[in-house]
């Protein structure tokens, strides 16, 4: 009779396989601000100093008295996010190469804060609720039909209404990149580029910047798990669908007009990763990932929404 013999199969070390999102722009968007205190008030000026007022003087005229400055503040508030893993003596002895125990369960806590930070700032941005100046598209006008949409149009208008609103230049455009991705071959901005015959690979991504009239276009291409937990995964964009033109510096200065603020708490770099041992089960070590910054939107009127660009 044949012998039967057992075989285990073997980890591959020279290689794994995992989705490690990539992409993320929420550090990006909103100029930084380092703060000690956890609370505090950015200072605010009015408009009243833009007002057109009658000040020709002449003989023995006194010079009208104005209000020329008018001064407010709003309140930011940095919250503490965190999450904690655990990886066990079992996990030690038993975990083999390619996998690594402490530093697998690191970049989990970290990917799920910054997931988390992403899809956080996105969901305000991307809220009619919040950006009040805004438009749905459907149908021929969304710019997946290449025959009927108008995107120089709503590019337009998007930049506009931000003018007209906060008295500033939109210079930002932010978008997912299933989004740029039907932009960069779409006819009217090839054309309006000068490319009305071909353009092998599409715009790039300074041509695109130049068709949307903004000094940079921020492309997310991050993902998230929709599905709830123990069903089949679903993974989808964290940025939708939607185009957001605001007004963003790339620094945070006295007297600008910004969309808003990433306020950082000091001291703490976004996503600490600290390791300390845990007797409980003996022979362990807790990892703690933690963030601490407030996304501070300080000025929606910077900012203009074109939701549902593509079907």
């Not at 932010?174 to 991705?181: A, C, E, G, L």
């Not at 006819?187 to 009305?196: A, I």
């Not at 695109?208 to 679903?234: C, F, I, K, T």
């Not at 407030?294 to 660009?309: C, E, Q, R």
């Amino acid at each position: 009779m044949a012998q039967m013999t057992a075989i285990v199969d073997k980890l591959l070390t020279q290689a794994s396989s995992m989705y490690v999102p990539e992409g993320y722009i929420s550090e990006m968007i909103l100029p930084e601000i380092s703060v000690v205190q956890k609370t505090g008030k950015l200072g605010k000026y009015g408009t009243n100093h833009l007002r057109i007022e009658s000040s020709l003087v002449g003989g023995r005229g006194a010079y009208k008295q104005v209000e020329s400055i008018t001064r407010s503040q709003s309140t930011y508030s940095v919250d503490t996010f965190g999450l904690r893993g655990l990886v066990t003596a079992d996990d030690y002895r038993n975990v083999e190469n390619p996998y690594n125990a402490e530093l697998d369960e690191s970049m989990g806590l970290q990917t799920l804060l910054w997931l988390r930070k992403e899809k956080s700032l996105a969901d305000t941005l991307l809220s009619t609720s919040i950006i009040t100046s805004n438009v749905t598209l459907s149908g021929t006008d969304q710019y997946d039909d290449y025959t009927a949409s108008d995107p120089l149009g709503d590019f337009s208008t998007a930049r506009a209404t931000v003018r007209g609103n906060c008295g500033a230049l939109a210079n930002t455009a932010i978008m997912d990149w299933r989004t740029k991705n039907v932009l960069k071959f779409h006819p009217q901005l090839l054309d309006f580029l000068g490319f009305k015959e071909s353009r092998p690979g599409g715009l790039s991504d300074d041509e695109l910047s130049r068709a949307l009239d903004v000094e940079r276009v921020l492309v997310a291409n991050a993902m998230y798990e929709s599905a709830p937990e123990g069903q089949s995964s679903s993974l989808a964009a964290i940025w939708g669908k939607d185009i957001l033109f605001c007004v963003a510096p790339v620094r945070a200065m006295v007297r600008q007009v910004s969309l808003g603020y990433r306020i950082q708490l000091a001291g703490m770099p976004p996503r600490r990763v600290l390791k300390y041992a845990e007797n409980n089960p003996p022979g362990s070590t807790a990892i703690i990932c933690d963030d601490s910054f407030d996304m501070f939107i300080s000025n929606a009127t910077a900012a203009y929404l074109i939701k549902a660009v593509v079907a």
